[in-house]
């Protein structure tokens, strides 16, 4: 396999596409890159295999992509649409614990969420046993290195993800963001691929639009950029006909490796 390899289980918004009830164009098209699932994405390489995020899709979400193997859980934020999915890590835990790696305010609420697993008294086969590592620096999951990513979702705060291996900026990964300092600019210049938030045209106060992140991407300068966390207003083939040649749609179930 590739040394390092993603694959987009989630590039939509916290309802998810289609909407429940909508009649727009987006949630009733027959294209399958229009059908999003809540933003996660799932990496492997030859030492380790993790995920970022389990909304509450993740379960679907597994069984399309035939998910087998899981070392680690990596969290961005606590809103739901990044966590509900949680309790569906047990098909990963029959016969260990689970790293789970998170801010400390993300670990307190997933341990308040998910008390019945931070806070039962024996490990029962089968049930989740989260092994909770609080993301304080750089930490390494076999040979990939983890850089945490501060940035501002609204009042939220929280971690995007830079990977890298033997020194080589691979990927950034900043699903729900809204501003993004010089300082994590300056961390992820030049990195091979690009992954932000543009949920859609208009602007939004919590999160990057089009043009917020395209201005975003002329600054980092990637190898590629990739849009994820899309709302129904984007259609896929519509809005990548209007993009820059190097700036690209995600999609459910899309697989780059570098």
């Excluded at 989630?10 to 987006?26: A, E, K, L, R």
């Excluded at 999915?85 to 990963?92: A, E, H, P, T, Y």
Aim: include cysteine.
């Amino acid at each position: 396999m590739a040394d390092f390899q993603i694959t987009f289980l989630g590039t939509g918004t916290s309802q998810g596409i289609p909407m429940i009830g909508c009649d727009c164009p987006v949630c009733q098209s027959p294209d399958p890159r229009d059908t999003r699932s809540r933003s996660s994405i799932y990496v492997e390489t030859p030492e380790a295999a993790l995920v970022v995020d389990t909304g509450p899709d993740f379960r679907a979400q597994c069984l399309r992509e035939n998910v087998r193997r899981l070392d680690a859980v990596v969290y961005t934020h606590s809103h739901t649409d990044h966590i509900l999915g949680f309790d569906d890590l047990r098909s990963f835990c029959f016969d260990r614990s689970m790293p789970v790696y998170a801010s400390r305010e993300t670990m307190a609420d997933l341990a308040r969420v998910f008390m019945f697993a931070f806070h039962a008294p024996e490990h029962i086969p089968g049930y989740v046993k989260p092994d909770p590592r609080i993301i304080e620096g750089p930490f390494q999951i076999g040979e990939t290195t983890l850089v945490p990513l501060p940035a501002e979702h609204g009042r939220a705060h929280l971690f995007g993800y830079l990977f890298k291996r033997k020194g080589r900026l691979l990927a950034a990964y900043l699903s729900d963001c809204k501003r993004v300092s010089d300082t994590v600019v300056k961390e992820i210049q030049g990195v091979d691929l690009l992954i932000i938030d543009a949920l859609r045209h208009r602007p939004h106060p919590t999160h990057m639009n089009i043009e917020e992140a395209l201005t975003l991407a002329d600054r980092v300068r990637p190898g590629q950029t990739w849009f994820t966390h899309l709302c129904h207003e984007l259609g896929h083939a519509e809005t990548e006909t209007g993009l820059p040649s190097e700036v690209r749609i995600a999609y459910d179930g899309l697989r780059l490796e570098l």
